[in-house]
């Protein structure tokens, strides 16, 4: 309000100045007043400098309202990006979900200070300035007006043809944001296979593209400000041409024509504005859709009800389940059932592709089934909140996420409240105690933008130390051991063996010898189970298997 308030002020001063100075001229400078124009010019100073004072004020209050309401939004997109699903993710995408938390939000803030700005000035202006012109020469002040409808007629053609090309421009930002992303993040597999140029040209393409467009959206733009000088100058040219008649024939005085000449500028000038706002407010709009999108986007994930009380505590079943990624022809998996209790060791195994890490997914709900039932605790995993479903799952994905932060940081990320005890235990049954405590601040020791100065097994390990510390119900190993080598591994499932006695364990793994011992084994071809029972049962039973086995028996015995 007080903003707005600002603003009145400044264009008011500004609709007072020409006449002042009109008086200066026909009063004080025509006559040969000197005393009048002295006071008259300290006069104007003080509005002048009124004017000026509270234009500095008000874009500071407009700065702090706009940057303020882009902080809840950007807090509030962010919280709702939160309660996704993967299928969610998957289907904006991760760049456009970053451009849009962006990019898109300053579009918005940037219309919001043109508004504040200019809401109440333009009109002011506007409208104040032709008044003004009208008291001064009715005559004069019609060639301003007959110039209006030109001026809108040009913002109206120039807006007709520019504000396609705004959304394709957002569009463009997404895939720019997305190879810079894949390029950045994967750039030692870029370097490391020489393709470097390729890369390069295909961010130059992205870019150049990205140019076009942009090229094309503002050559439109551009004709407006040129179109509107013009129009302007035409207007200013008329006006002294006619003025100087009116002089003559004695209707006006000269420095009321200078006063009207300003106000045609102003008024102008306030239009020009309103014009920018224009142009302004489709690209804003393209923003808030996309904006609007991501809010508006539920996830499909139902939130039921809540069950605490369960008979089978850490029992998971898998009634022919079945599920399809969004999109795909084929079913992910399909007609999968099995059980896992606890004490029990579900491995899983088969090729890549085959749908294990897919199976794993299903269980915290980053993807809903398609058909099919998936039991928790003896109930539908929709009886329990989310939240109370993850709480029982320690999950250790296939490639070890850390954030930046210290080891102990990330190993306590499983449960915040854990006690130095409990991580250094967490840690020690994960087999990363030693190489943790070797280094020089031991679990202070910082990583490094998600620990790039830790190797792969490293990582896992301090993955595994995260779920494990939390004492979870079920423990989700996907692939987990794959970076490890064989003597690290053994040891690291001999402890895990005795920490996880009473908890329910699915393990992915591709060594056959990983999963040897394992209470049951599920094989996985092409989403479909082929195979389900003991080690030495599905030796007899399964071709698939023992094909498996067969080509890791005869690795290790070439190795
Ligand atoms: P595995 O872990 O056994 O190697 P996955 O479970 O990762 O296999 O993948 C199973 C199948 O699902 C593959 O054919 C893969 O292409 C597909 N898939 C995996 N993730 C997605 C996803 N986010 N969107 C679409 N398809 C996917
Ligand atoms: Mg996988």
Same mark, same amino acid.
């Given at each position: 309000?007080?903003?707005?308030?600002?603003?009145?002020?400044?264009?008011?001063?500004?609709?007072?100045?020409?006449?002042?100075?009109?008086? /200066?001229?026909?009063?004080?400078?025509?006559?040969?007043? @000197?005393?009048?124009?002295?006071?008259?010019?300290?006069?104007?100073?003080?509005?002048?400098?009124?004017?000026?004072?509270?234009?500095?004020?008000?874009?500071?209050?407009?700065?702090?309202?706009?940057?303020?309401?882009?902080?809840?939004?950007? @807090?509030?997109?962010?919280?709702?990006?939160?309660?996704?699903?993967?299928?969610?993710?998957?289907?904006?995408?991760?760049?456009?979900?970053?451009?849009?938390?962006?990019?898109?939000?300053?579009?918005?803030?940037?219309?919001?200070?043109?508004?504040?700005?200019?809401?109440?000035?333009?009109?002011?202006?506007?409208?104040?300035?032709?008044?003004?012109?009208?008291?001064?020469?009715?005559?004069?002040?019609?060639?301003?007006?007959?110039?209006?409808?030109?001026?809108?007629?040009?913002?109206?053609?120039?807006?007709?043809?520019?504000?396609?090309?705004?959304?394709?421009?957002?569009?463009?930002?997404?895939?720019?944001?997305?190879?810079?992303?894949?390029?950045?993040?994967?750039?030692?597999?870029?370097?490391?296979?020489?393709?470097?140029?390729?890369?390069?040209?295909?961010?130059?393409?992205?870019?150049?593209? %990205?140019?076009? @467009?942009?090229?094309?959206?503002?050559?439109?733009?551009?004709?407006?400000?040129?179109?509107?000088?013009? /129009?302007?100058?035409?207007?200013?040219?008329?006006?002294?041409?006619?003025?100087?008649?009116?002089?003559?024939?004695?209707?006006?005085?000269?420095?009321?024509?200078?006063?009207?000449?300003?106000?045609?500028?102003?008024?102008?000038?306030?239009?020009?504005?309103?014009?920018?706002?224009?142009?302004?407010?489709?690209?804003?709009?393209?923003?808030?859709?996309?904006?609007?999108?991501?809010?508006?986007?539920?996830?499909?994930? %139902?939130?039921?009800?809540?069950?605490?009380?369960?008979?089978?505590?850490?029992?998971?079943?898998?009634?022919?389940?079945?599920?399809?990624?969004?999109?795909?022809? $084929?079913?992910?998996?399909?007609?999968?059932?099995?059980?896992?209790?606890?004490?029990?060791?579900?491995?899983?195994?088969?090729? @890549?592709?085959?749908?294990?890490?897919?199976?794993?997914?299903?269980?915290?709900?980053?993807?809903?089934?398609?058909?099919?039932?998936?039991?928790?605790?003896?109930?539908?995993?929709?009886?329990?909140?989310?939240?109370?479903?993850?709480?029982?799952?320690?999950?250790?994905?296939?490639?070890?996420?850390?954030?930046?932060?210290?080891?102990?940081?990330?190993?306590?990320?499983?449960?915040?409240?854990?006690?130095?005890?409990?991580?250094?235990?967490?840690?020690?049954?994960?087999?990363?105690?030693?190489?943790?405590?070797?280094?020089?601040?031991?679990?202070?020791?910082?990583?490094?933008?998600?620990?790039?100065?830790?190797?792969?097994?490293?990582?896992?390990?301090?993955?595994?130390?995260?779920?494990?510390?939390?004492?979870?119900?079920?423990?989700?190993?996907?692939?987990?051991?794959?970076?490890?080598?064989?003597?690290?591994?053994?040891?690291?499932?001999?402890?895990?063996?005795?920490?996880?006695?009473?908890?329910?364990?699915?393990?992915?793994?591709?060594?056959?010898?990983?999963?040897?011992?394992?209470?049951?084994?599920?094989?996985?071809?092409?989403?479909?189970?082929?195979? $389900?029972?003991?080690?030495?049962?599905?030796?007899?039973?399964?071709?698939?298997?023992?094909?498996?086995?067969?080509?890791?028996?005869?690795?290790?015995?070439?190795?």
């Amino acid at each position: 309000m007080l903003c707005i308030a600002l603003v009145f002020v400044q264009a008011l001063s500004q609709l007072y100045l020409p006449t002042l100075m009109a008086d /200066i001229v026909d009063i004080g400078v025509v006559k040969g007043n @000197t005393p009048y124009i002295i006071r008259v010019g300290v006069f104007m100073m003080l509005v002048a400098a009124a004017g000026t004072g509270s234009m500095i004020l008000g874009s500071y209050l407009t700065s702090r309202i706009s940057t303020g309401f882009s902080r809840s939004l950007r @807090t509030a997109v962010f919280s709702h990006i939160e309660t996704f699903s993967l299928n969610e993710f998957d289907q904006i995408g991760t760049s456009s979900l970053i451009t849009r938390t962006t990019n898109d939000i300053n579009q918005i803030q940037q219309l919001i200070v043109m508004m504040l700005l200019m809401f109440v000035r333009a009109p002011l202006m506007s409208i104040g300035g032709v008044v003004l012109a009208f008291t001064k020469d009715a005559l004069l002040a019609l060639i301003l007006v007959a110039s209006i409808p030109i001026l809108f007629a040009l913002i109206y053609f120039v807006q007709k043809h520019g504000v396609p090309y705004f959304q394709k421009l957002q569009v463009k930002l997404d895939g720019l944001n997305r190879v810079l992303r894949e390029s950045l993040t994967g750039i030692r597999v870029v370097r490391a296979f020489g393709r470097n140029h390729h890369e390069m040209e295909r961010f130059d393409e992205t870019s150049r593209d %990205l140019m076009k @467009t942009s090229l094309k959206a503002n050559r439109t733009m551009g004709l407006l400000f040129p179109g509107l000088s013009l /129009i302007l100058n035409l207007a200013i040219v008329a006006i002294m041409w006619a003025g100087s008649f009116r002089i003559d024939a004695g209707h006006l005085q000269v420095g009321d024509l200078m006063a009207f000449i300003q106000y045609a500028m102003q008024m102008m000038f306030a239009l020009m504005m309103v014009s920018m706002m224009f142009v302004m407010i489709p690209r804003a709009q393209v923003s808030a859709n996309r904006i609007g999108e991501v809010l508006q986007l539920t996830t499909g994930i %139902l939130e039921t009800g809540s069950h605490r009380e369960t008979k089978e505590k850490g029992t998971l079943e898998f009634r022919e389940v079945t599920f399809r990624y969004p999109g795909a022809e $084929k079913p992910a998996l399909e007609n999968v059932s099995f059980t896992a209790g606890p004490g029990q060791v579900t491995a899983i195994i088969g090729g @890549t592709g085959s749908g294990k890490s897919t199976l794993l997914n299903l269980i915290p709900r980053f993807y809903e089934i398609e058909s099919g039932r998936l039991l928790v605790d003896g109930l539908d995993h929709h009886a329990f909140l989310q939240e109370e479903l993850r709480d029982k799952l320690g999950l250790v994905p296939q490639k070890a996420i850390l954030f930046s932060g210290t080891i102990a940081d990330n190993i306590r990320f499983g449960k915040p409240d854990a006690t130095d005890e409990e991580v250094r235990y967490a840690a020690e049954i994960a087999q990363a105690a030693e190489f943790v405590e070797a280094l020089p601040d031991g679990y202070d020791s910082l990583l490094n933008q998600g620990g790039v100065n830790l190797s792969g097994g490293q990582k896992q390990r301090l993955a595994i130390a995260r779920a494990l510390v939390r004492k979870p119900e079920i423990y989700l190993f996907d692939d987990s051991f794959s970076a490890l080598d064989f003597k690290t591994d053994a040891r690291l499932r001999q402890a895990l063996r005795r920490e996880t006695e009473e908890a329910t364990v699915l393990i992915v793994a591709q060594r056959v010898n990983t999963i040897m011992d394992a209470d049951q084994i599920i094989v996985l071809e092409d989403g479909r189970m082929v195979g $389900k029972g003991s080690h030495e049962e599905l030796i007899k039973s399964s071709p698939v298997y023992r094909e498996i086995v067969a080509s890791q028996l005869s690795e290790e015995a070439l190795g």
